[in-house]
Nanobody, 127 residues
Framework: QVQLVESGGGSVQAGGSLRLSCAAS??????MGWFRQAPGKEREGVAA????????YVVDSLKDRFTLSKDNGKNTIYLEMNNVKPEDTAMYYC??????????????????????WGQGTQVTVSS
């Protein structure tokens, strides 16, 4: 049973920073990432990486402000959010796919129902 536990959300003023964490219960190399969902909108991908790899992918619209990293010793990924904006307000979800080849972001994004999901952590940015 794969379990994902997110933490680090909260309320922050525009221009501030937050770091989200997602700890996985599995130790093998996997594909992990972050999605977000604002009220009334579809869930959208934010970032992804293979825990056994060295490259993280962040969507173009966010890569200047968001950074994805990992700590394999803790089976944890981190999403560093800088210069946050009110439009970043959303529930942020951690996702995992039991794969370690191909495009991790594509694996997570192509069929959301195939992913394992965390419970979500709320990020609220005030202006």
């Amino acid at each position: 049973q794969v379990q994902l536990v997110e933490s680090g959300g909260g309320s922050v003023q525009a221009g501030g920073s937050l770091r989200l964490s997602c700890a996985a219960s599995v130790r093998n190399s996997n594909c992990m990432g972050w999605f977000r969902q604002a009220p009334g909108k579809e869930r959208e991908g934010v970032a992804a990486l293979f825990t056994g790899g060295s490259t993280a992918y962040v969507v173009d619209s966010l890569k200047d402000r968001f950074t994805l990293s990992k700590d394999n010793g803790k089976n944890t990924i981190y999403l560093e959010m800088n210069n946050v904006k009110p439009e970043d307000t959303a529930m942020y979800y951690c996702a995992l796919s039991l794969t370690n080849s191909g495009s991790c972001y594509h694996h997570l994004s192509s069929d959301l129902s195939r992913n394992y999901w965390g419970q979500g952590t709320q990020v609220t940015v005030s202006s």
